[in-house]
T-cell receptor, first 110, second 114 residues
């Protein structure tokens, strides 16, 4: 399984943008970059995914480096509800199991 | 609400016992996954079923088994329970099991083994 590296924790203030980085230098050409988050006392929740191009959805944006060796999850305006552990996961077509690392714990202050 | 349901929410049992955790996937999803989350091991993939057939296996102990029924619900059976089996068990589902597909997670079952 291709490995990802994320900072253990990050802090933000409410209503400010947050950029969560992820390094995946051994990514293969068919690996999709997925982001999930886990709010306290809940199951993981899908956030966004992409292959090569930047992606936007109602929750966040995903910026993917041109060489695909890193990516950044962008929360445009953090809210207290965004405090969670964010996981960056590589998922290959045909292999569905999610391999969770330790993720980044995002703390959001009012 | 992800649409994935899991029962029971909490389970307290003793060492050596056997328990069954149940999962109902989202309507239309054919694939079901089981994950275990413990304090020391984090979130780990256990097993995946697609349309009733086992598709992939992860770090699942021999004391654990699972199945997916014709109505697509799934059960995870844990036997000869040990203290270390205490954990949160999550079920997830996806439309199919062959693409890099979004997985929708249930709220989990918290198992406590005393």
């Amino acid at each position: 399984d291709a490995k990802t590296t994320q900072p253990n924790s990050m802090e933000s203030n409410e209503e400010e943008p947050v950029h969560l980085p992820c390094n995946h230098s051994t990514i293969s050409g068919t690996d999709y970059i997925h982001w999930y988050r886990q709010l306290p006392s809940q199951g993981p929740e899908y956030v966004i995914h992409g292959l090569t191009s930047n992606v936007n959805n109602r929750m966040a944006s995903l910026a993917i480096a041109e060489d695909r060796k890193s990516s950044t999850l962008i929360l445009h305006r953090a809210t207290l509800r965004d405090a969670a552990v964010y996981y960056c996961i590589l998922l290959n077509t045909g292999f569905q199991k999610l391999v969770f690392g330790t993720g980044t714990r995002l703390l959001v202050s009012p | 609400d992800s649409g994935v349901t899991q029962t029971p929410k909490h389970l307290i049992t003793a060492t050596g016992q056997r328990v069954t955790l149940r999962c109902s996937p989202r309507s239309g999803d054919l694939s079901v996954y089981w994950y275990q989350q413990s304090l020391d091991q984090g979130l780990q993939f256990l097993i995946q079923y697609y349309n009733g057939e086992e598709r992939a296996k992860g770090n699942i102990l021999e004391r654990f088994s699972a199945q997916q029924f014709p109505d697509l619900h799934s059960e995870l059976n844990l036997s000869s329970l040990e203290l270390g089996d205490s954990a949160l068990y999550f079920c997830a589902s996806s439309v199919d099991g062959f693409r890099a597909d979004t997985q929708y997670f249930g709220p989990g079952t918290r198992l406590t083994v005393l």
